[in-house]
């Protein structure tokens, strides 16, 4: 088996829902942007975290990093509780761990150079002096794919995939072994999101790097993960191979995402849409917290009880009463016999 570099237990990450401190005191709400995530990312691989705009896909990867501290939970990097390390030791380990921002425009310092935006790293960890960091600066962009005459630019002077390339330069420079990449291609065109793509997947094979993708375009996930985990406010509802998650999606909700991806056929039936919007994560529904808006829900059962994650068929762990007493292969009869609708197929993507 491949040994699993992150582990991430219950982590939880709740929000002041006020503004400011003083009005703090008098409401005592809490966001709760993440609620109760686990999983696992074995080296060298790439996991796929998607879902809607609000589900906590971010804020979750930002708490594995340490740039937000969590409520609760575990996150376990080879071994090393990462939420108890402070001082050097997390200094230390923030090497080993770095991200790819969405936005390259607002994550790079306009007033500095590339040189000096990606020779930062390395003088925060004392890794690289003198003459010798100018040529690992030059390598290191020549591994995102561009030349060392762009050291002297500024971020301003650059396009939107070439700026980009300096934010993977930056996390690239300390050499690190695992990389959140948060949504590294939302904001650039079709055709440099697959220069972008492409590069990423090949450094992965050329340094063994181990990554967390988060991104909401569905094709693209399929394209880079081995597998796919898929939030939905806060929680993970379904992860698993990415080939079965996208051919025989198990969960109402990734069966929604699965159905509503456009196909490029003038013939094709119209797109489903989900009901209603995400519902707010101040105040979720209890119970399972897509029940407002599945069409398969079951009553009492979905609107007071959380269901769990549970293993089914084809090794894929999926939280939904459907399968709350065995594999959706024990199921089937049943769900027959009752008039419920089968699953939609998963659309065939480009």
């Known amino acids: 088996m491949v040994e699993a570099l992150l582990r991430v237990r219950e982590l939880v990450k709740h929000f002041p829902a006020a503004g400011d401190w003083f009005a703090q005191i008098f409401d ?40 937000v501290e969590p409520t609760r939970g575990e996150v376990v990097f ?24 969405q936005d390259p425009a607002s994550s790079l310092n306009p007033r500095k150079t590339v040189g000096q935006i990606v020779a930062e790293p390395l003088r925060v960890h004392g890794m690289v002096k003198g003459r010798d960091l100018e040529r690992k600066l030059v390598r290191t962009l020549e591994l995102a794919g561009l030349s060392g005459r762009f050291l002297n630019r500024y971020p301003h002077e650059l396009s ?21 990449c948060d949504e590294p291609v939302t904001a650039l065109d079709v055709s440099i999101q697959a220069q972008i793509l492409n ?58 995402l699965l159905a509503a991806v456009p196909r490029p056929d003038p013939k094709a039936p119209p797109r489903k849409v989900l009901r209603g919007e995400v519902p707010s994560p101040i105040d979720p529904p209890p119970g399972c917290r897509f029940h407002p808006r ?25 939280a939904c009463h459907l399968y709350g007493r065995g594999s959706s292969s024990q199921r089937a009869p049943e769900e027959k016999a009752q008039g419920k609708p089968n699953p939609p197929e998963a659309p065939p993507f480009l």
């Open 160 to 180: 939107g995939g070439q700026r980009q390339r300096v934010g993977i330069a930056r996390a690239l420079a300390v050499r690190p072994e695992f990389i959140v």
């Open 78 to 101: 080879d071994g090393i509780d990462l939420l108890k390390l402070k001082g050097k030791a997390l200094k230390a380990m923030r090497k080993r761990i770095q991200m790819i921002f």
């Open 28 to 67: 005592r709400r809490v966001v709760r942007a993440v609620d109760g995530v686990s999983f696992e990312i074995e080296r060298g691989t790439t996991l796929g975290l998607v879902g809607e705009s609000g589900s906590g896909k971010t804020t979750t990867g930002r708490v594995i990093v340490r740039l």
């Open 199 to 256: 590069l990423l997947m090949d450094l992965q094979e050329e340094l063994s790097l181990t990554y967390l993708f988060i991104a909401h375009d569905l094709s693209v996930v399929k394209h880079v993960s081995d597998r796919v985990a898929v939030m939905y406010l806060g929680k993970i509802v379904e992860i698993g191979d990415v080939n079965t998650i996208f051919g025989s999606p198990k969960h109402p909700y990734t069966q929604a």
């Open 294 to 318: 599945c069409e398969n829900f079951l009553g009492d059962i979905c609107k007071e009880e959380e269901p769990r994650l549970l293993r089914v068929e084809g090794g894929v762990m999926v």
